[in-house]
Protein backbone atom coordinates (compact mmCIF):
# COMPACT_ATOMS: atom_id res chain seq x y z
CA UNK A 1 0.00 0.00 0.00
CA UNK A 2 0.93 3.62 -0.02
CA UNK A 3 1.35 4.12 3.26
CA UNK A 4 1.00 2.39 6.86
CA UNK A 5 -2.12 1.58 7.80
CA UNK A 6 -3.46 1.12 11.16
CA UNK A 7 -6.50 -0.37 12.29
CA UNK A 8 -9.05 0.61 14.07
CA UNK A 9 -8.37 4.38 14.00
CA UNK A 10 -11.09 4.74 17.01
CA UNK A 11 -11.61 2.21 19.66
CA UNK A 12 -13.58 2.10 23.12
CA UNK A 13 -14.27 -0.72 25.13
CA UNK A 14 -14.95 -1.68 28.50
CA UNK A 15 -13.08 -1.96 31.07
CA UNK A 16 -11.36 -5.83 31.41
CA UNK A 17 -12.45 -6.72 28.17
CA UNK A 18 -9.33 -7.45 25.68
CA UNK A 19 -8.53 -5.72 22.22
CA UNK A 20 -6.92 -6.20 18.94
CA UNK A 21 -5.30 -3.70 17.17
CA UNK A 22 -3.75 -4.35 13.59
CA UNK A 23 -1.09 -2.91 11.68
CA UNK A 24 -0.06 -3.11 7.67
CA UNK A 25 3.26 -2.34 7.26
CA UNK A 26 4.85 -0.97 3.62
CA UNK A 27 5.35 -3.84 1.30
CA UNK A 28 8.88 -4.83 1.72
CA UNK A 29 9.24 -3.04 5.22
CA UNK A 30 11.15 -5.63 7.08
CA UNK A 31 11.16 -3.76 10.58
CA UNK A 32 8.31 -2.51 12.56
CA UNK A 33 7.78 -1.18 15.57
CA UNK A 34 4.33 -0.18 18.40
CA UNK A 35 4.75 2.84 20.06
CA UNK A 36 2.25 3.72 22.85
CA UNK A 37 1.58 7.74 23.09
CA UNK A 38 -0.18 8.75 26.01
CA UNK A 39 -2.03 12.20 25.81
CA UNK A 40 0.66 15.07 25.37
CA UNK A 41 2.78 12.25 26.16
CA UNK A 42 6.08 10.57 23.92
CA UNK A 43 6.31 7.78 22.64
CA UNK A 44 6.61 4.84 24.61
CA UNK A 45 8.21 1.87 22.85
CA UNK A 46 6.43 -1.59 23.22
CA UNK A 47 8.08 -3.87 20.71
CA UNK A 48 10.15 -4.17 17.61
CA UNK A 49 10.01 -6.79 14.95
CA UNK A 50 12.96 -7.02 12.23
CA UNK A 51 12.53 -9.98 9.80
CA UNK A 52 12.97 -13.48 11.18
CA UNK A 53 14.43 -12.10 14.18
CA UNK A 54 13.27 -12.64 17.36
CA UNK A 55 11.50 -9.81 18.54
CA UNK A 56 12.25 -7.26 20.98
CA UNK A 57 9.87 -7.71 23.73
CA UNK A 58 11.36 -5.03 26.18
CA UNK A 59 9.07 -2.07 26.08
CA UNK A 60 5.56 -4.26 26.96
CA UNK A 61 4.78 -2.52 30.02
CA UNK A 62 2.85 -6.03 31.43
CA UNK A 63 1.72 -9.72 30.38
CA UNK A 64 -1.45 -8.28 29.91
CA UNK A 65 0.28 -7.07 26.08
CA UNK A 66 1.24 -9.16 23.27
CA UNK A 67 1.99 -8.50 19.58
CA UNK A 68 2.68 -11.24 16.18
CA UNK A 69 3.85 -10.33 13.01
CA UNK A 70 3.26 -12.71 10.45
CA UNK A 71 6.27 -13.36 8.15
CA UNK A 72 6.98 -9.45 6.85
CA UNK A 73 3.33 -8.39 7.04
CA UNK A 74 0.65 -7.75 9.44
CA UNK A 75 1.02 -7.40 12.99
CA UNK A 76 -1.72 -7.60 15.78
CA UNK A 77 -1.16 -5.86 19.13
CA UNK A 78 -3.27 -7.55 21.79
CA UNK A 79 -4.27 -6.03 24.97
CA UNK A 80 -5.91 -8.53 27.51
CA UNK A 81 -8.17 -7.51 30.44
CA UNK A 82 -7.56 -3.86 29.42
CA UNK A 83 -6.94 -1.13 31.95
CA UNK A 84 -8.41 2.62 32.31
CA UNK A 85 -4.25 3.56 31.86
CA UNK A 86 -4.04 1.48 28.59
CA UNK A 87 -6.30 4.67 26.85
CA UNK A 88 -3.73 5.96 24.81
CA UNK A 89 -2.81 6.23 21.09
CA UNK A 90 -0.66 3.38 19.68
CA UNK A 91 1.33 3.78 17.04
CA UNK A 92 2.81 1.33 14.30
CA UNK A 93 6.08 2.63 11.91
CA UNK A 94 8.10 0.42 9.73
CA UNK A 95 10.80 0.75 7.73
CA UNK A 96 13.39 -0.68 5.58
CA UNK A 97 16.05 -3.17 7.18
CA UNK A 98 19.50 -1.61 8.22
CA UNK A 99 21.99 0.85 6.60
CA UNK A 100 20.57 3.18 3.74
CA UNK A 101 17.50 4.33 3.92
CA UNK A 102 16.05 3.78 7.12
CA UNK A 103 13.43 6.04 7.75
CA UNK A 104 10.11 4.78 9.92
CA UNK A 105 6.93 5.71 8.46
CA UNK A 106 4.09 5.83 10.88
CA UNK A 107 0.41 5.15 10.92
CA UNK A 108 -2.25 7.17 11.65
CA UNK A 109 -2.42 5.63 14.78
CA UNK A 110 -5.49 3.47 16.78
CA UNK A 111 -6.82 5.52 19.72
CA UNK A 112 -8.15 3.22 22.34
CA UNK A 113 -10.27 4.26 25.15
CA UNK A 114 -11.08 2.10 27.74
CA UNK A 115 -14.04 3.09 30.08
CA UNK B 1 20.91 -1.26 24.62
CA UNK B 2 20.50 2.27 23.24
CA UNK B 3 19.21 5.16 25.21
CA UNK B 4 18.53 8.38 23.74
CA UNK B 5 18.30 11.85 26.09
CA UNK B 6 15.56 14.85 24.34
CA UNK B 7 16.07 18.00 25.96
CA UNK B 8 13.93 20.75 26.57
CA UNK B 9 10.82 18.79 27.29
CA UNK B 10 8.62 21.88 26.33
CA UNK B 11 10.73 25.33 24.17
CA UNK B 12 8.48 28.46 23.74
CA UNK B 13 9.86 30.98 21.68
CA UNK B 14 8.72 34.04 19.71
CA UNK B 15 8.26 34.45 16.04
CA UNK B 16 11.17 34.63 14.45
CA UNK B 17 13.49 33.36 17.19
CA UNK B 18 15.50 30.34 16.83
CA UNK B 19 14.65 27.37 18.34
CA UNK B 20 17.44 24.43 19.62
CA UNK B 21 16.35 20.84 20.38
CA UNK B 22 18.77 18.41 21.72
CA UNK B 23 19.88 14.41 22.29
CA UNK B 24 22.28 12.53 23.55
CA UNK B 25 22.30 8.85 23.00
CA UNK B 26 24.62 6.29 24.57
CA UNK B 27 25.56 3.35 21.58
CA UNK B 28 28.74 4.75 19.84
CA UNK B 29 27.74 2.31 17.10
CA UNK B 30 24.40 4.35 16.44
CA UNK B 31 24.71 5.35 12.83
CA UNK B 32 21.42 7.49 11.65
CA UNK B 33 19.81 10.25 13.33
CA UNK B 34 16.34 11.14 11.82
CA UNK B 35 14.18 13.80 13.38
CA UNK B 36 10.38 13.60 13.47
CA UNK B 37 7.71 16.09 13.52
CA UNK B 38 4.32 15.56 15.08
CA UNK B 39 1.90 18.20 14.42
CA UNK B 40 -1.55 17.72 16.74
CA UNK B 41 -3.21 14.99 16.12
CA UNK B 42 -1.28 14.01 13.62
CA UNK B 43 1.24 11.34 13.17
CA UNK B 44 4.90 11.73 13.57
CA UNK B 45 6.89 12.58 9.91
CA UNK B 46 10.40 12.34 9.18
CA UNK B 47 11.86 16.46 8.55
CA UNK B 48 15.36 15.72 8.66
CA UNK B 49 17.96 13.15 8.93
CA UNK B 50 21.75 12.77 9.22
CA UNK B 51 24.79 9.98 9.29
CA UNK B 52 27.70 9.27 10.83
CA UNK B 53 29.79 10.23 8.14
CA UNK B 54 28.13 13.88 8.38
CA UNK B 55 28.54 16.45 10.66
CA UNK B 56 25.85 19.29 9.51
CA UNK B 57 22.99 18.77 7.25
CA UNK B 58 20.80 22.15 6.53
CA UNK B 59 17.47 22.37 4.68
CA UNK B 60 16.06 25.64 4.15
CA UNK B 61 14.96 27.07 7.64
CA UNK B 62 16.01 23.12 9.40
CA UNK B 63 19.13 21.88 10.08
CA UNK B 64 20.79 19.35 12.11
CA UNK B 65 24.19 18.76 14.05
CA UNK B 66 26.15 15.97 14.60
CA UNK B 67 28.87 15.30 17.42
CA UNK B 68 29.96 11.56 16.81
CA UNK B 69 32.58 12.37 19.76
CA UNK B 70 30.13 13.81 22.45
CA UNK B 71 27.50 11.60 21.10
CA UNK B 72 25.06 14.46 20.87
CA UNK B 73 23.14 15.55 18.00
CA UNK B 74 20.92 18.67 17.66
CA UNK B 75 17.98 20.29 15.55
CA UNK B 76 17.78 24.10 14.61
CA UNK B 77 15.33 25.64 13.31
CA UNK B 78 15.68 29.60 12.29
CA UNK B 79 13.02 31.85 11.50
CA UNK B 80 10.69 29.93 12.96
CA UNK B 81 6.70 30.64 12.32
CA UNK B 82 3.72 29.63 13.88
CA UNK B 83 3.40 25.93 12.29
CA UNK B 84 6.46 24.68 13.05
CA UNK B 85 4.52 24.53 16.95
CA UNK B 86 4.44 20.84 17.04
CA UNK B 87 6.25 18.32 18.98
CA UNK B 88 10.12 17.39 17.76
CA UNK B 89 11.17 13.75 18.59
CA UNK B 90 14.91 12.71 18.03
CA UNK B 91 15.89 9.28 17.21
CA UNK B 92 19.15 7.34 16.91
CA UNK B 93 19.53 3.91 14.65
CA UNK B 94 21.95 0.98 15.42
CA UNK B 95 21.80 -2.40 16.50
CA UNK B 96 24.20 -4.08 13.03
CA UNK B 97 22.29 -6.98 12.22
CA UNK B 98 19.52 -6.35 14.45
CA UNK B 99 18.85 -2.58 13.93
CA UNK B 100 16.20 -0.16 15.59
CA UNK B 101 15.43 2.90 16.17
CA UNK B 102 15.18 4.43 19.57
CA UNK B 103 13.48 7.68 19.99
CA UNK B 104 13.37 10.27 22.60
CA UNK B 105 10.52 11.54 24.49
CA UNK B 106 9.68 14.29 22.41
CA UNK B 107 9.81 18.27 22.92
CA UNK B 108 6.54 20.27 22.42
CA UNK B 109 7.79 23.44 20.65
CA UNK B 110 5.05 26.49 20.73
CA UNK B 111 5.77 29.46 18.36
CA UNK B 112 3.92 32.43 19.60
CA UNK B 113 2.76 35.09 16.64
Known amino acids: GAGVSQSPSNKVTEKGKDVELRCDPI?????LYWYRQRLGQGLEFLIY????????KSGLPSDRFSAERTGESVSTLTIQRTQQEDSAVYLC?????????????FGQGTRLTVV | GENVEQHPSTLSVQEGDSAVIKCTYS??????FPWYKQELGKRPQLIID?????GEKKDQRIAVTLNKTAKHFSLHITETQPEDSAVYFC????????????FGKGTLLTVNP
Open chain 2, 27 to 32: DSASNY
Open chain 2, 91 to 102: AAGSGGSNYKLT
Open chain 2, 50 to 54: IRSNV
Open chain 1, 27 to 31: SGHTA
Open chain 1, 49 to 56: FQGNSAPD
Open chain 1, 93 to 105: ASSLEGGGNTEAF
